[in-house]
């Protein structure tokens, strides 16, 4: 006797923004315990201050907050924790302000405008 084809489905895509597997939950009738996984941020230098992009891959959407002061950047990325790599876009020292204190783990977009950079993150994330 022969076997049937068996039958399998694409439920979940892992990502660095949503690591969480939810084991065995596709078509659990019991609640999920679920939290929204962490954005991915993306960070330019401006004439008039930085522009911070956040990629929220399981929304589909981004915000953008711009003219923020060095204050305004550190607070924001403090208050929301994002997934790694920090993707940087603009000059070569665009972070060279913040490089202290910023993570580690970065990528350099190839974008040079901050006016640009939400289609950059939103391309390098939709990439990966």
Same mark, same amino acid.
């Given at each position: 006797? *022969?076997? *049937?084809?068996?039958?399998?489905?694409?439920?979940?895509?892992l990502s660095a *923004?949503?690591?969480?597997? &939810? @084991?065995?939950?596709?078509?659990?009738? @019991?609640?999920? #315990?679920?939290?929204?996984? !962490?954005?991915?941020?993306? /960070?330019?230098?401006?004439?008039?201050?930085?522009?911070?992009? @956040?990629?929220? $891959?399981?929304? !589909?959407?981004?915000? $953008? @907050?711009?003219?923020?002061?060095?204050? %305004?950047?550190?607070s924001l990325l403090?208050?929301?924790?994002? %997934?790694?790599? &920090?993707?940087? *876009?603009?000059? %070569? #020292?665009?972070?060279?302000?913040?490089?202290?204190?910023?993570?580690?783990?970065?990528?350099?977009?190839?974008?040079?405008?901050?006016? !640009? /950079? %939400?289609?950059?993150?939103?391309?390098? $994330?939709?990439?990966?």
């Amino acid at each position: 006797g *022969g076997k *049937g084809i068996k039958e399998r489905r694409l439920s979940q895509v892992l990502s660095a *923004g949503s690591p969480t597997y &939810l @084991h065995d939950r596709c078509l659990s009738p @019991h609640p999920i #315990d679920y939290s929204a996984p !962490r954005p991915y941020a993306a /960070l330019a230098k401006a004439a008039d201050g930085y522009t911070l992009v @956040h990629v929220f $891959v399981d929304e !589909r959407t981004y915000h $953008v @907050h711009r003219r923020l002061s060095l204050p %305004a950047l550190r607070s924001l990325l403090a208050a929301r924790p994002h %997934a790694p790599p &920090l993707l940087l *876009g603009g000059s %070569a #020292d665009a972070a060279s302000s913040a490089a202290s204190w910023l993570p580690a783990e970065r990528r350099r977009l190839a974008v040079k405008s901050a006016s !640009r /950079l %939400a289609a950059a993150a939103v391309a390098h $994330v939709a990439a990966e």
